[in-house]
């Protein structure tokens, strides 16, 4: 049996009914590419949940398959809590509870997905650690458990053993992390070139980018825009375009972005496309003027003024620093006519 267990990575997700399916599938599916890409040794998912029956998700998919957790024995790599929509009853089942913190024993790492890091504080397992979870969250999870320190900005945390991340996707961000970890980053490279996803954010990439703002603005015109400005980065998006597609003037429109976003409505495109000016850039080996284009720059020259205005440092700084930089200070927004 132990040199079974030598031979594979165990990955334990740990469900309940009403679980989000994504949190689910992103770490499961990215395993599995990393095996067909020569992980070694290769990682063995196993989904576990109290019953050892089903768990529906909340979508209305049923995850079958499960095995219940009390069964699970030996070594394990990881243990991976998974969130959803059933966290808040996950995290008061005793027996549940129970069966985390004695996984936890026998895993090499624990780590947890969106609302899932609930399951883990109220198991115990996060005092004094600094954590990650779902931004809309973040303050109802510091409020619940004062003994951890709750970091709702990065998409994933490590502390010592223990890894956290963000909203539903960002499993996707922390699965190719462990896999780095693991097996190198040829592999983590090959794996998100499978699932076509051009770039592993890094851990410190904010969880709300300035076109996804936390809350989100209230009014939804402002809302359908900041969705198209992210979508559409390449193309025309000066404020009598954004105007005309709103269907209002764009005096209106700058009054709207200076009401529900703080800043004119030119700022919020050239700070949506510096930064993701800026993630490609770290994230492809793409020439300057390249990432330019795609991102709606004129030329490269433009685009290193951008990222000097907004990071504070150039181009070719921002590919050699080892984590993402911090925007500046956003500058106020000016009044129409000033």
């Not at 196993?46 to 079958?64: D, F, M, N, P």
Request: positive net charge.
């Amino acid at each position: 049996m132990a040199d079974a267990e030598e031979a594979v990575r165990r990955v334990v997700i740990v469900a309940y009914d009403d679980v989000q399916i994504l949190d689910v599938a992103c770490p499961s599916g990215a395993l599995e590419i990393a095996n067909s890409h020569g992980a070694v040794p290769p990682y063995a998912v196993e989904l576990a949940t109290v019953s050892g029956k089903a768990a529906r998700s909340s979508s209305g998919i049923v995850l079958a398959g499960a095995r219940r957790l009390a069964t699970v024995t030996g070594r394990i790599d990881t243990t991976l809590v998974v969130g959803g929509a059933g966290t808040h009853e996950a995290a008061v089942d005793d027996r549940l509870l129970t069966q985390v913190r004695r996984l936890a024993r026998r895993s090499r790492r624990i780590a947890s997905v969106c609302t899932g890091t609930f399951v883990l504080a109220a198991a115990g397992l996060l005092d004094e650690r600094r954590v990650t979870t779902h931004w809309g969250y973040a303050q109802l999870l510091a409020a619940k458990f004062p003994a951890v320190t709750v970091d709702a900005a990065p998409l994933y945390i490590r502390d010592g053993d223990v890894y956290t991340s963000a909203g539903v996707t960002s499993a996707l961000d922390l699965t190719l992390a462990l896999i780095e970890d693991d097996h190198g980053p040829t592999v983590g490279r090959e794996v998100a070139r499978e699932l076509v996803t051009y770039l592993h954010r890094p851990a410190d990439q904010a969880q709300i980018s300035v076109f996804l703002s936390a809350p989100p603005p209230a009014n939804r015109l402002v809302r359908d825009l900041l969705g198209h400005i992210s979508a559409h980065l390449a193309e025309d998006l000066s404020p009598p375009s954004l105007a005309a597609r709103a269907g209002v003037t764009t005096r209106h429109l700058t009054r709207l972005f200076a009401t529900h976003l703080g800043r004119t409505p030119a700022r919020v495109v050239r700070a949506a496309r510096t930064e993701a000016a800026a993630h490609l850039a770290r994230g492809s080996e793409l020439p300057l003027a390249a990432v330019a284009r795609r991102c709606g720059f004129t030329s490269a020259s433009t685009l290193r003024q951008a990222f000097l205005d907004h990071y504070g440092v150039s181009g070719d700084a921002i590919r050699r620093m080892p984590d993402m930089p911090r925007p500046l200070a956003a500058p106020a927004t000016q009044t129409p006519g000033a």
